[in-house]
């Protein structure tokens, strides 16, 4: 066993879901605990994590009900992506010093094997990156543009939540691919201004008026090829009405519906798909895992020029992650929402 020379911890501070969350997620749901660290076993890592991740799917992994993936246990911590530093080792694998990204998160320290980590490349972007534009976020917005909507040099492309993780890179990466316009909409006047910074076309706020009206307006007579959805119902339903013959609709999140309490209703147009022909296809990023090497190296070499760039917020301490969570659903960040521990 490898570890460094500072005395190794024996337990970790996590956050816990202390109880499922009825709409909107509140304080009382989550819980600051202090929990023992199991001992380390041949082929396993301590790693101490220096960021944890938080997005908008764990909101459905908050409640009790079947899906994709398991729900979070009660009075358990929570996971979710983190990267950080191993500080011990039993694995051939993994030596002390590496930085690794792994599904440990919501916690100072994890025990983990070394087969279900990651290196993190910090020598082509600071270890936070890996966790938004060169990880699961990054890959997410390469696999829905290009294998699930099928983007083609010259299309028109629109992005909802545009301003977020996803939505910001998918623009980009739309604009470096040769895209005739690409619209983002986001949900304030500064987020419309930073979306027109990274290199978008048009952008609108979504607080300002009808998303049908604004959309329209923003493509013009041409109207879309490409919908990438990270909101869901009004956005979706402006999206059928502007998208062309032919066009594909790549559904990633539906962030405007995670918080209800009642069921909410399907586009009231979705008949218009019939006769445009569309596709409107939803998508996992588990699915496209085999991608990553791919993508890491193509997003990165943009991100080293300077034709894609990545926001993150960043929000320090741990026991501020439920409140970073929250803020996260409201629409608080800008580009990757990230806790730094």
């Known amino acids: 066993m490898s570890a460094n020379t500072t005395t190794l911890p024996r337990t970790t501070r996590e956050i816990q879901l202390a109880s499922r969350p009825h709409g909107r997620p509140v304080p009382d749901n989550f819980r600051l605990a202090e929990s023992e660290l199991p001992e380390l076993q041949d082929g396993q890592v301590l790693v101490r994590n220096q960021f944890i991740s938080v997005?908008?799917?764990m909101r459905g992994r908050m409640n009790d009900v079947k899906?994709?993936?398991?729900?979070?246990?009660?009075?358990?911590?929570?996971?979710?992506?983190?990267?950080g530093e191993v500080i011990a080792s039993r694995s051939e694998e993994r030596k002390v010093g590496d930085v690794v990204v792994h599904s440990l998160g919501w916690r100072?320290?994890?025990?983990?094997?070394?087969?279900?980590?990651?290196?993190?490349?910090?020598?082509?972007?600071?270890?936070?990156?890996?966790?938004?534009?060169?990880?699961?976020?990054?890959?997410?917005?390469?696999?829905?543009?290009?294998?699930?909507?099928?983007f083609k040099p010259g299309e028109v492309v629109f992005v909802s939540?545009?301003?977020?993780?996803?939505?910001?890179?998918?623009?980009?990466?739309a604009k470096a691919m040769g895209a005739s316009r690409v619209i983002g909409s986001a949900g304030s006047p500064e987020k419309v201004a930073r979306l027109l910074e990274l290199g978008f076309d048009a952008a609108f706020n979504y607080n300002d008026g009808p998303v049908a009206a604004q959309l329209a307006a923003a493509a013009g007579e041409r109207g879309i090829d490409?919908?990438?959805?990270?909101?869901?119902?009004?956005?979706?339903?402006?999206?059928?009405?502007?998208?062309?013959?032919?066009?594909?609709?790549?559904?990633?999140?539906?962030?405007?519906?995670?918080?209800?309490?009642?069921?909410?209703?399907?586009?009231?147009?979705?008949m218009l798909a019939i006769g445009k022909q569309l596709t409107l296809k939803g998508f996992l990023v588990?699915?496209?895992?085999?991608?990553?090497?791919?993508?890491?190296?193509?997003?990165?070499?943009?991100?080293?020029?300077?034709?894609?760039?990545?926001?993150?917020?960043?929000?320090d301490g741990l026991e501020n992650a439920p409140?970073?969570?929250?803020?996260?659903?409201?629409?608080?960040?800008?580009?990757?929402m990230l806790v730094r521990i």
Not at 166 to 173: A, W
């Open 226 to 270: 490409v919908y990438f959805d990270n909101v869901g119902g009004e956005h979706l339903e402006a999206a059928l009405s502007a998208l062309t013959v032919g066009g594909r609709v790549a559904m990633c999140g539906a962030i405007a519906q995670y918080n209800s309490t009642e069921p909410t209703p399907a586009p009231r147009n979705l």
């Open 323 to 336: 409140q970073a969570f929250m803020d996260l659903l409201d629409g608080a960040n800008t580009g990757k």
């Open 108 to 150: 100072e320290y994890a025990v983990l094997d070394a087969a279900a980590t990651s290196l993190a490349r910090t020598d082509l972007a600071p270890a936070s990156a890996f966790l938004g534009a060169l990880g699961m976020t990054g890959l997410t917005a390469c696999a829905g543009l290009l294998k699930v909507a099928e």
């Open 67 to 83: 899906s994709y993936s398991a729900p979070f246990a009660l009075d358990a911590a929570l996971d979710g992506g983190a990267v």
């Open 55 to 57: 997005d908008p799917y």
């Open 286 to 315: 588990g699915g496209y895992w085999q991608h990553m090497q791919e993508f890491v190296g193509t997003v990165s070499a943009w991100v080293a020029d300077g034709t894609v760039r990545y926001d993150e917020t960043v929000v």
């Open 161 to 173: 939540g545009a301003a977020g993780a996803v939505g910001s890179l998918v623009g980009q990466i």
